[in-house]
T-cell receptor, first 115, second 114 residues
Framework: AQSVTQLGSHVSVSEGALVLLRCNYSSSVPPYLFWYVQYPNQGLQLLLK??????LVKGINGFEAEFKKSETSFHLTKPSAHMSDAAEYFCAVSEGTGGSYIPTFGRGTSLIVHP | DVKVTQSSRYLVKRTGEKVFLECVQDMDHENMFWYRQDPGLGLRLIYFSYDVKMKEKGDIPEGYSVSREKKERFSLILESASTNQTSMYLCASSGALAGLYEQYFGPGTRLTVT
């Protein structure tokens, strides 16, 4: 069984500040982990993914995430927020090889960026 | 570029009507999915299909059915729409070539049932 917890339904930052969106997961097998972004009135778009290669994963738009097995975490960060980063962010886990390819999504975190 | 398209961006239907939502993908993906998205609840899986004419129930299949007659097309059917089915509906696909575990999403259909 797999599950995802995103801490904080809303995160508010100032433009130029560090962005940190938290994601913790549980999985019975080595996981594949994903972050997706959803801009208003659009579908989800893949931001980055971890598939058991490097633990620090770089994605689009300056975002990155670090897989920490001991903490079962996959937090998303960006050094400097931009107004255009305002969106809904979803963390997802799949069970990887030998497990279900169907992801489980977190409930989402809305990122608000203030000027 | 993988493209997933949905037949409508916005739809308004009356209670009791039969509603069809269509999804088409152009990447020859084996797997297709229907989700509904509601504020605070994230994405919930309604149905998925791993091959033509094959379908599996997701977490919330009640009140919905699906059809997959061709590999590229996956339809969601609301047999008799109710107001509690007012929601954003998202279609997604995934395939072995593109990366079996990552999903590609359509733009969504916002359905309002009055």
């Amino acid at each position: 069984a797999q599950s995802v917890t995103q801490l904080g339904s809303h995160v508010s930052v100032s433009e130029g500040a560090l962005v940190l969106l938290r994601c913790n997961y549980s999985s019975s097998v080595p996981p594949y982990l994903f972050w997706y972004v959803q801009y208003p009135n659009q579908g989800l778009q893949l931001l980055l993914k971890y598939t058991s290669a490097a633990t620090l994963v770089k994605g689009i738009n300056g975002f990155e995430a670090e897989f920490k097995k001991s903490e079962t975490s996959f937090h998303l960060t960006k050094p400097s927020a931009h107004m255009s980063d305002a969106a809904e962010y979803f963390c997802a886990v799949s069970e990887g090889t030998g497990g279900s390819y169907i992801p489980t999504f977190g409930r989402g975190t809305s990122l608000i960026v203030h000027p | 570029d993988v493209k997933v398209t949905q037949s409508s961006r916005y739809l308004v239907k009356r209670t009791g009507e039969k509603v069809f939502l269509e999804c088409v993908q152009d990447m020859d993906h084996e797997n297709m999915f229907w989700y509904r998205q509601d504020p605070g609840l994230g994405l919930r899986l309604i149905y998925f299909s791993y091959d033509v004419k094959m379908k599996e129930k997701g977490d919330i299949p009640e009140g919905y059915s699906v059809s997959r007659e061709k590999k590229e097309r996956f339809s969601l059917i609301l047999e008799s729409a109710s107001t509690n089915q007012t929601s954003m509906y998202l279609c997604a696909s995934s395939g072995a070539l593109a990366g079996l575990y990552e999903q590609y999403f359509g733009p969504g259909t916002r359905l309002t049932v009055t």
